[in-house]
């Protein structure tokens, strides 16, 4: 039995994983309509490849994948486009984006699916039918799995963590997947394995789940990969804890586990690896726990693009004293604002919450610094402090306390004996601290183009000044040549073309001013050259959004905020390291 | 509705105040078996002013009194002052101290959670300067008082200040700490001194065993997780280490680490003032740095300074250092300073 290895802190809160274990994994059944969201990914959105009215097959792509930081979209069904609009999603943003919504024909038609012999293939070959395939971190994250399955690292990756450590509450959907497939999550593994070459690979379950852990261990046998079982402590499924667990290792802060040479994958990511690679099956459906106040809480495994609400009817629907609804799980879910939003990549569980369920929190009271949130902290950071400095708007000091190396688990509230929602205060605080670094990067490039306008201004004064001078002198000459033999008229002309070709030179120099790539010039038109004028106030920070153009040098390098692993891919870190290398 | 959407069951402010206040009742009860029911009366009105002055201030400051007044804060303030104090006083005296507490040292900084000094020990010192004479009318343990104090007693000596048929000096008598500090300087050694009967096993008679339950609370509140055994441990360590070593040096002179650990508040101190949460640092190294420093400057003022016990100026002085302690004792944060591979 290998041994662990202990991550500071950690809670315990109650599992609730009984409810929604017990039952197999169900299909659900098609929905008329389907709404598949271009943005379920970390990165750039899809870009949609087909247009209204088209008649698309089951498994087509409707959206390429945008760049390198992006993934593919598909229909999930065979039918006809018909809109391609903004939509309500899934996101605590609460806020539409732009979907493909497709009438489903009920012919369920596929597209012509090709297995690829990754072993005899160009490993960029097998990545680039991932990305096509549009397959994404299933844990949270969604980032893209090509791009992580590239080892990049000098030193080459040593272990490829499984995470099936599932710690948040209520959540059975990879419990139920390991159950029920670990062959097929074996084979994602192996696909994975052979991609990056890792020496070990490392499968972490929590110890509330010894199906899975069985289930897994008869899969792997023979093929040397080792799944370590974990004791059940929440965050343990949080991609730097689980590693810490299982290598004793800790991935140094602001860095990614690749640069410690592992690499971590939720375990329903390496199955849909399998299913994209060997059946030529790109990612359409998922697996999503549908549990709490319902009458039969279960796993269904259903298209992506599926009305949440549909979801929630196959578990019996909710129950009528039910208040709202969490997508994920309670320590790191959000609510859903709306019902009529689908079923994206990233959500593994909606739960029906009621009083009963989820009291709602009692009113706040001051902090007593009882410092049991720093014992429960997994990242070791002074929660007391972290709050006292937020609260207080002292956000450098905040700054300075690690605010960044905090991943939002929550178990700082759950500990709380005061009640205080100390995640949303970190929350604020990054976002504030974030807008603040964007504006002062705003106002330096205000300032630099303010002083090349001065330049500009400078240099046309002269400019004038030097045609004047030499209209004058032309004048002179003129009258002088009146009296003289040169043709009046010529010398007036050339007079006029050089003016036009001062004109043309002044105006090829203002456009070099304008230096700034074109979204923060019209940012800056927006705001003009008044620096005092208030900054656009930004929503939420901590999830990326299409309604908050994220734009290129404007991208905030924020601490990972969500989903149980995969976290720590910061677009900007990825896409040096790739042009690195 | 933001994450998390669950919160611990079992802990609120109130379940943790109420634990301590718990944790102090083997203590009160072996108070009221050694030394009579005098400080049941001293708890009674210390508590009743603590509510009301909370009551008082909180209706200034305008906060719901519905979620602040039974927080247990108040009553904990309260209880920790009358068990500093002499059972054996004026009504006012511990009207007074519970009062400047709660008013003062408690909302003047901020309320619950921002006050920089231990409330409970502000209003200690406040007694100890402006009426030294009450803070030393200790009462003689039952067994050795040749007129034990009843009930109604007591409750006649703290609203008329006069006992009927006794004078006061019968039922009142010198601490430990107090008689051997004195009888040092009349040139006695400590191994006389100690064969008075005021002194019990280890320190005073009756006043030994109050410790020792102080101990056992302190030890429920380790169990239960509601302190951590930093301050306890270094306080008392640093405390029995400094003996020792003076102990060691003139034994004749300077009593024993047994004495010091079961006399005066050291036991209190360290299980229940220098633990306070808001007046103490929550760093584990700043913990430890408070721990000794409470109990170094304890010593100190026992042995070497004008007052029989040092409990609430050493803590009072270290609260006084917990944000400088807690800016430098700041851990590693996971992720940072690790050895590169």
């Given amino acids: ?581 | 509705m933001s994450a998390p959407h669950v919160l611990t069951p079992d802990r609120s402010v109130s379940t943790i105040m109420l634990m301590v206040l718990g944790a102090l009742v083997p203590a009160i009860c072996a108070y009221y078996y050694f030394f009579g029911p005098a400080i049941l009366i001293s708890l009674a009105l210390s508590s009743v002013t603590a509510i009301a002055a909370e009551a008082a201030m909180l209706r200034l400051r305008k906060y719901p009194l519905k979620f602040f007044l039974f927080d247990g804060s108040a009553l904990l303030t309260a209880w920790l002052l009358a068990l500093s104090i002499p059972p054996m006083a004026p009504w006012w005296l511990i009207v007074v101290g519970t009062a400047f507490a709660i008013i003062v040292a408690k909302h003047l900084y901020g309320g619950l959670g921002n006050n920089l000094f231990n409330p409970a020990m502000v209003g200690f010192a406040v007694l100890m300067i402006s009426f030294p004479a009450f803070m030393t009318q200790w009462p003689a343990p039952l067994m050795l008082s040749q007129h034990p104090v009843g009930f109604i007693e007591a409750l006649q000596y703290y609203f008329s200040g006069t006992l009927s048929g006794v004078k006061l000096d019968a039922v009142t008598m010198a601490t430990p700490l107090d008689t051997l500090k004195t009888q040092l300087q009349l040139q006695h050694a400590v191994s006389d001194v100690k064969q008075m009967p005021i002194f019990g096993a280890f320190g005073g008679k009756g006043s030994e065993i109050i410790a020792a339950m102080y101990l056992l609370g302190g030890l429920f509140l380790w169990q239960k997780r509601i302190i951590t055994w930093h301050i306890p441990v270094s306080f008392l360590a640093t405390l029995i280490l400094i003996a020792a070593v003076f102990y060691g040096i003139d034994g004749s002179r300077y009593a024993s680490p047994m004495f010091h650990l079961f006399t005066g508040g050291a036991m209190l101190g360290a299980f229940f003032i220098a633990t306070d949460y808001v007046t103490s640092p929550t760093t584990p190294r700043g913990k430890l740095i408070f721990g000794a420093g409470v109990g170094l400057l304890e010593y100190l003022i026992r042995v070497f300074g004008g007052y029989p016990d040092g409990i609430a100026f050493s803590v009072l002085i270290m609260n006084a250092a917990v944000p400088l302690i807690d800016a430098y004792t700041q851990p590693r944060v996971f992720g940072h300073n690790t050895k590169a591979e």
Wanted: neutral net charge; charged residues 25%.
């Fill in chain 1, 1 to 581: 039995m290998r041994t662990f290895y202990k991550f500071h802190g950690g809670v315990h809160p109650p599992e609730h994983k009984e409810e929604s274990n017990r039952l197999p994994i169900a299909p659900a059944p098609l929905a008329k309509r389907l709404t598949v969201p271009l943005r379920q990914h970390i990165g750039n959105p899809a870009i949609p490849v087909v247009k209204v009215g088209d008649q698309v097959l089951k498994g087509q792509m409707i959206g390429a994948a945008d760049g390198f930081i992006s993934a593919a979209v598909h229909a999930p069904t065979s039918g006809t486009v018909s809109a391609i609009e903004p939509h309500a999603v899934p996101h605590p943003s609460g806020l539409p984006d732009l979907c493909i919504t497709i009438e489903a024909d009920g012919e369920e038609r596929w597209i012509e699916r090709a297995p690829l012999d990754y072993r005899n293939a160009d490993p960029d070959a097998v990545r680039l039918r991932l990305r096509d395939a549009g397959v994404v971190g299933l844990g949270g994250a969604v980032f893209p799995s090509y791009v992580k399955l590239n080892p990049g690292a000098p030193a080459g990756i040593k272990t490829l963590v499984l995470n099936g450590a599932e710690c948040e509450p209520w959540i059975t959907s990879d419990d139920r997947l390991m159950r029920e497939r670990a062959a097929e999550v074996v084979e994602g593994i192996k696909i994975m394995a052979h991609l990056m070459c890792p020496k070990e690979v490392l499968i972490g379950i929590e110890d509330n789940k010894p199906e899975a852990a069985a289930a897994m261990r008869a899969a792997c046998q023979g093929t040397g990969y080792e799944v370590v079982v974990v004791p059940t402590l929440y965050p343990s499924g949080g991609e730097k804890q689980l590693i810490k667990l299982l290598t004793g290792k800790e991935v140094p802060a602001g860095q990614r586990p690749v640069n410690i040479g592992v690499t971590c994958s939720n375990t329903g990511t390496a199955c849909t690896v399998h299913r994209a690679v060997n059946h030529g099956e790109p990612v359409i459906s998922r697996i999503v726990t549908v549990t709490g106040n319902v009458p039969e809480p279960r796993n269904f495994e259903a298209l992506i693009g599926t009305p949440i609400a549909e979801i929630i009817q196959l578990a019996g629907g909710a129950r009528p004293d039910t208040t709202h609804y969490i997508l994920g799980g309670p320590m790191m879910g959000f609510g859903l604002n709306n019902l009529n939003a689908p079923l994206a990549k990233a959500v593994n569980c909606v739960i029906a919450a009621s009083p009963a369920l989820f009291p709602p929190p009692p009113p706040p009271m001051p902090c007593i610094r009882c410092g049991r949130c720093a014992q429960a902290c997994p990242c070791e950071l002074q929660p007391q402090e972290l709050f006292w400095f937020s609260h207080s708007q002292n956000f450098d000091k905040a700054r300075a306390y690690n605010l960044f190396d905090c991943i939002e688990c929550g178990a700082c509230s759950y500990v709380c004996p005061s009640h205080i929602p100390l995640v949303s205060y970190y929350r604020f605080a990054k976002s504030e601290i974030a807008m603040r670094d964007m504006e002062k990067k705003l106002a330096e490039q205000a300032k630099e183009r303010f002083e090349l306008k001065q330049q500009r201004i400078e240099r046309e004064k002269q400019e004038k000044a030097a045609r004047f001078a030499e209209k004058a002198a032309a004048a002179a000459k003129a009258a002088a040549a009146a009296s003289g033999v040169e043709d009046p008229e010529a010398a007036a002309k050339k007079a006029a073309i050089q003016a036009a070709v001062e004109r043309a030179k002044a105006k090829k120099a203002e456009a070099a001013a304008a230096l700034l790539p074109l979204p923060l010039r019209e940012r800056a038109g927006e705001r003009g050259e008044n620096l005092d004028a208030p900054s656009p106030s930004p929503p939420s920070r901590t999830h990326p959004h299409p309604n908050l153009p994220l734009e290129g040098e404007g991208t905030i390098a924020l601490s990972p905020s969500r989903g149980e692993l995969e976290r720590g891919f910061e677009g900007e870190g990825v896409k040096n390291n790739t042009e690195a290398s």
